[in-house]
């Protein structure tokens, strides 16, 4: 594991010094199949850091938002998400990141959220979670009437999921924003928020997240409470808020 937490700085760095060299300049965006947008510091990003865990790790297998999958029959598995929040990214906004993750068999035993402008890594095993080398937690938060509830589409909530029962939450909560995408984790898993919910998600969204918000003594689900790793949705929370959230958002 300490070999892999190495190697996952290292793949950061790689993603990083790419993104730096487009951020806040003039680029060329794609639309993909899912009118999603994509730039050449995505693509370039994740091509970058699959050459680096090919040459490292040849054995390993890779998923990635851009390019696919690679020996999908591999035990260890290597979840890459370049630019997480490329609609930042591409308006100049530093709330995106890089995700990766390390699976074992299908499940995430590392993750990691690397915000590149601010050059801030969090990095969870499921047991712990650090920020540039320091141990963070969730704040304890036991009430929705205190939380900090944060989003990353307002809109989306409403075309995936119960739109009425998720702005009945807003008026209990403390505060909301939607300070997105991997953004509203690492403010979670900082004890700087308590909620996040993202009502649709790929699995090169997902996967780093869970050991970054376990590691930090937070639970995160799929938005009706089952296991995040099947999840094509997510649910993040303080552990004394997560079931009340859970019940509040679903019939």
């Not at 730039?39 to 050459?51: F, I």
């Not at 090919?54 to 630019?83: C, R, S």
């Not at 919910?197 to 009706?224: E, F, H, T």
Request: with cysteine.
């Amino acid at each position: 594991m300490k070999d892999f937490k190495i190697f996952i700085n290292n793949l950061v760095k790689t993603s990083s010094k790419i993104i730096h060299q487009y951020y806040q300049k003039k680029i060329a965006i794609e639309l993909k199949a899912d009118n999603s947008p994509v730039t050449l510091a995505d693509k370039q990003a994740e091509e970058d850091m699959r050459l680096l865990i090919m040459k490292n790790f040849p054995e390993h297998g890779i998923i990635g938002e851009e390019f696919g999958t690679h020996q999908p029959q591999a035990d260890y598995q290597w979840v890459l998400d370049p630019i997480d929040g490329t609609k930042s990214f591409i308006h100049g906004v530093p709330t995106f990141g890089t995700l990766v993750a390390l699976l074992h068999q299908g499940q995430p035993i590392l993750g990691a959220i690397h915000l590149p402008v601010q050059d801030e890594l969090l990095l969870g095993d499921n047991e712990n979670t650090t920020l540039n080398g320091q141990p963070v937690r969730m704040r304890e938060c036991a009430e929705i009437s205190r939380a900090t509830l944060l989003t990353t589409d307002h809109l989306s909530i409403c075309r995936y999921q119960n739109g009425d029962k998720f702005n009945q939450l807003i008026q209990k909560v403390h505060l909301y924003r939607t300070w997105g995408d991997c953004y509203g984790y690492y403010l979670l898993a900082s004890g700087r928020a308590d909620i996040m919910i993202d009502p649709i998600m790929n699995i090169w969204d997902v996967m780093a997240l869970i050991p970054v918000i376990r590691g930090a003594g937070g639970k995160i689900s799929d938005y009706q409470g089952k296991d995040p790793v099947q999840a094509q949705s997510i649910i993040a929370a303080s552990a004394k808020l997560h079931a009340d959230v859970i019940a509040a958002l679903n019939d």
